[in-house]
C-alpha cells in the first residue's frame, strides 16, 4: 500500500544536513490519481473496483483484505452493465491489455492470481481514480 507505507521524504542538503519530512498516513490519498495512472489505467482501475463492488462477480475479501474478482465484463455492443453502473466499451480498452495489468500490478493496486483473475488489494479498492464518474454512468439507461 503506497500511500500508507510512505511515511517520510529523505533529503539531504548540499550541505550535508539531512531533513526528514513526515507525511500523515492519508496524504497521498488527498487528491485523485495520487500514483499518476495514466488515463486508461485509471479507467481500467474504476471499473474493477466497481466489479469488486457488484454483488456476485467477486469472493469475499481475503485474511489479507484482497478482493478476487470472478471474471471480466464483456461488452454486448457498446457498453455493458456493472451493477448499478453502465460502461461504455470504449472506456474499457484496457481490461484486455495486459500493459494495464502490469502496471497496476507494479503499483500495488492489484495481484495477478493462479486463477487468472486479477485481485483487488485494500489499496487498489480505497484508491481514488478520479474518473469513476466519467467511466461509469449511473441512472437513465435500462
Known sequence: MYPVALTG???RSPSGVRTVIALSP???TDRPNPLKLNPLQAKTMAILQQLARTPG???PADADGNVQL???PHAH???FHLGDALV????AT?????AVFTALIRKGLVQSKPTGMPALTPAGLAYDTGVADEVLHRGGHH
Do not use: S
Open 77 to 79: 455492443g457498446d457498453h
Open 94 to 98: 484496457g481490461l484486455g491489455n495486459p
Open 70 to 72: 470472478r471474471g471480466l
Open 57 to 59: 462477480a467477486a469472493e
Open 26 to 28: 492519508g496524504a497521498m
Open 9 to 11: 521524504i529523505n533529503h
Open 88 to 91: 461504455m466499451a470504449r472506456d
